[in-house]
């Protein structure tokens, strides 16, 4: 600032040297830097150019807030008085109060540095930047208010940013403007933005991310699902209450013009003919014009920005799954108006193909213990094939089923191998603990108290063989299982298993009487040709069964009384496997088919053919957090049949149904309660009926459940199922019906299943109607369809 008349009496005609120079205001800083700054001198003449540039370069320095320049006369000598008024410096600054919001993201807003002038104007635009993120993030009643605190001479100050954050803002009221096709209520139903209802999961609550997706994705897809291809949201705003924290949403809509379906072409294939292309285009006239190579669109088909992008994944799938990784598709929709009037799109694929990728080498990383040729069985592509996505995505679930590695396991990452295209594919993985030494006491429904021992080791030697042993002793079971599994035998695909067990179980449900068994098993795999997930398995059983009934079931004891009975069993079946994220699965497919010839020309007691067909088939419904992460919800759907033919007299080897502890699983039913002549209600009180076994059987289950991770599935199922006598009296229109929850999880002391199922066809004594609810606890079985 320049005193007035400074300027004329300093003009350049007839300007005087200044005779002195005065600082005033400087306390933090020496007088002398003031001088030295503003590059005025004693004994040198100066203009208003001067005092110009002066005054522009103390303010340069941050230093002051204000600079004023006088001229004085004192005692005859020339004054000249530099007055300033300094900046405290800023020593600290911090926030106070930020609870629902990380400070760090706080502090990247502030404009302040520690340690240099504080500067008021930064001070105000760092509230304004905390402010907006809170506002962001939805707290319009958010407030943040600075306190500054200066040392005694006010050299130096200290700066606390109060913040009060309030609730965040809750939505009582979405208002739409300029929808006519659609109702509001139609189109908050598809947004995440909801006001407030009456449930504590209906808060209202705002995000402004919700809000983005509500307006660039979720409500264009909505319109463009239905044709509307050029709506587009013009603006919204949020009316804030600041009394009570209510916003009302206000958004004004442009729908556009339903546009229906013109011509479609496709340009630039060469891998696939436009015939093949054709049949994923899904506004063609009929399936049957589809096939025939016609794709002629429907006559007024109203464009549906899903199907379109659908049918543009799908053959996206088709060009990776056959090795163009590096294949483009543009998808081109052209607005134009038809001679009627009629808004239309004309849409087009243009694919610029590339080359198809080779696989050069396939790498394996972080198998520390386990073999590297176990894990490259589980990959189903070979160096020198055509890149195939399916086959990559397909080994990836191959080696996390074998349960060797931390889950999770990484998806393979694809590096590019040379200049042609090839490339490298790379699987990470992270070995886990696998052996397991559990022992303890154990209380089962059925099992009684007891105690356990048991050693396992799923991946012996690093080579995938498997080795177990079980003991375990009570007053109702006494077991010892011995087994090893070789799935490679000699490095071939042939597998081997070799099974000893000693068994004395006591049927404390129902009151059977004590079984016990002695014996072994042995079992070879072979792979089907050009088949990676189909096997055929030969096995040979032999053991030794001794049966003793009880008194208070002398009905039961006659008809499977058996004392060193010999089971002699042959046995082949025929598996296809492509389930994957076991033991809970959420995708893929399982059947098996088997038939078991027991005594007979083999020798040993009676003499009867045994055949059982299962399927079990699974879908993903969705996934909750990432794509790959643990938590899915999935559908399964499982089917369970067993026939019987000639003279069994080994009651195990018969169908019995109800409970799940010791047969054909039915939930919500007591165990041998359903039997060929119905439901047995006197099961419930500890009687089994010797008819109770039968000769055939059907099982089924429909369920929904959340994989909450590779240890624990919830799930809401439904089971039906029933045994007859005779295999002729197979009836599927006749079953008994259960549903219910249930938990399973593998815990240290192995697999554990909790149900409480609902029997919707249980009656009492006499006949009538009585259906209710029953508890099921199960050790070393899973309540999932497997």
Wanted: aromatic fraction near 10%.
């Amino acid at each position: 600032m320049l005193a007035p008349g400074l300027c004329e009496a300093q003009g350049d005609q007839g300007a005087r040297p200044v005779d002195s120079i005065a600082v005033v205001g400087a306390r933090r800083l020496d007088p002398a830097d003031v001088v030295q700054t503003s590059g005025f001198a004693t004994g040198r003449p100066f203009s208003y150019r001067d005092v110009q540039r002066a005054v522009r370069a103390l303010y340069a320095t941050g230093e002051y807030d204000d600079v004023q320049v006088h001229e004085r006369m004192l005692d005859g000598r020339r004054v000249l008085v530099l007055t300033v008024r300094e900046r405290p410096l800023l020593v600290r600054w911090t926030l106070r109060g930020a609870q629902r919001l990380p400070e760090s993201k706080l502090k990247t807003k502030s404009q302040l540095v520690e340690g240099r002038p504080f500067d008021a104007a930064g001070l105000v635009r760092s509230v304004a930047y905390m402010d907006s993120v809170y506002r962001a993030e939805g707290y319009y009643l958010a407030r943040v208010r600075p306190q500054r605190v200066y040392d005694a001479d006010s050299t130096h100050v200290r700066v606390t940013f109060e913040i009060e954050e309030g609730r965040r803002v809750a939505i009582a009221q979405v208002a739409v403007e300029g929808n006519t096709q659609f109702s509001t209520d139609q189109l908050v139903a598809n947004m995440k933005s909801q006001p407030e209802g009456f449930w504590w999961f209906a808060s209202g609550e705002f995000d402004d991310e919700n809000l983005r997706g509500d307006v660039l994705e979720r409500l264009p897809k909505f319109y463009g699902d239905h044709g509307y291809v050029d709506f587009q949201v013009l603006h919204d705003t949020l009316l804030v209450n600041e009394a009570t924290g209510k916003a009302k949403l206000v958004m004004r809509v442009s729908e556009g013009e339903v546009r229906r379906v013109g011509s479609f072409e496709i340009a630039g294939n060469r891998r696939f003919s436009t015939e093949e292309l054709e049949g994923y285009y899904p506004f063609a006239k009929d399936r049957v014009n589809r096939l025939l190579g016609r794709t002629t669109t429907k006559p007024d088909v109203i464009f549906n920005q899903d199907k379109w992008e659908a049918a543009i994944r799908a053959v996206q799938t088709l060009y990776f799954n056959n090795g163009f990784i590096y294949m483009s598709l543009r998808p081109d929709i052209v607005r134009r108006t038809d001679p009627t009037g009629k808004p239309i799109v004309d849409l087009r694929w243009v694919l610029t193909e590339g080359q198809p990728a080779i696989v050069n080498r396939i790498e394996i990383v972080g198998n520390a213990l386990t073999r590297e040729r176990v894990i490259r069985d589980a990959i189903t592509l070979l160096p020198g094939d055509v890149f195939r996505q399916d086959a990559m995505i397909r080994s990836y679930q191959n080696i996390s089923n074998l349960g060797f590695f931390e889950q999770p396991l990484p998806f393979p990452e694809t590096q590019a191998a040379n200049d042609q295209g090839d490339i490298n594919i790379i699987f990470k993985v992270v070995e886990k603990h696998t052996g397991q030494i559990n022992f303890g006491a154990s209380l089962g429904q059925g099992t009684g108290i007891g105690g356990f021992v048991g050693l396992e080791e799923p991946n012996l030697f690093g080579q995938g063989k498997k080795g177990r042993l079980q003991v375990q002793l009570g007053q109702n079971l006494n077991q010892v299982d011995l087994s090893y599994t070789d799935p490679a035998i000699r490095e071939s695909r042939i597998s081997g298993t070799l099974g000893l067990h000693d068994t004395r179980v006591v049927y404390v449900i129902s009151n059977l009487g004590t079984l016990r068994t002695r014996g072994g098993t042995f079992q070879l795999g072979f792979p089907i040709p050009r088949d990676r997930y189909s096997r055929m398995t030969l096995s040979y059983a032999l053991d030794n069964q001794t049966f003793t009934g009880t008194s208070t079931d002398t009905a039961f004891a006659f008809v499977y009384g058996c004392n060193n009975c010999i089971r002699s069993t042959l046995g082949a079946s025929l598996a296809r496997d492509t389930r994957v994220d076991l033991p809970f699965p959420t995708a893929g497919t399982f059947h098996q088919i088997g038939i078991a010839q027991s005594g007979g020309p083999l020798g040993g007691t009676g003499d009867f053919q045994r055949v059982e067909v299962q399927g079990h088939w699974y879908a993903t419904l969705a996934r909750i957090g990432d794509e790959r992460g643990a938590m899915k919800v999935a559908m399964g759907l499982s089917a369970r049949s067993g026939l019987v033919f000639g003279y069994a007299p080994f009651f195990n080897q018969l169908f019995t149904m109800g409970g799940t502890q010791f047969g054909i699983p039915l939930r919500g039913y007591d165990e041998f309660s359903i039997t060929p002549r119905g439901y047995d209600p006197l099961a419930a009180g500890g009687i089994a009926n010797p008819r109770a076994f039968g000769k055939a059987y059907l099982a089924t289950t429909a369920e929904v459940g959340v994989r909450l991770s590779a240890m624990l599935y919830l799930s809401t199922f439904f089971d039906a199922g029933n045994v007859w006598a005779e295999a002729g009296d197979f009836n599927p229109a006749r079953l008994m019906r259960g549903a219910g929850v249930g938990l399973s999880m593998v815990s240290p002391v192995g697999p554990l299943g909790l149900a409480l199922a609902y029997g919707f066809d249980r009656r009492d004594v006499a006949g009538l109607p009585n259906p209710g609810w029953k508890v099921h606890f199960t050790i070393g079985q899973l309540f999932v369809q497997q």
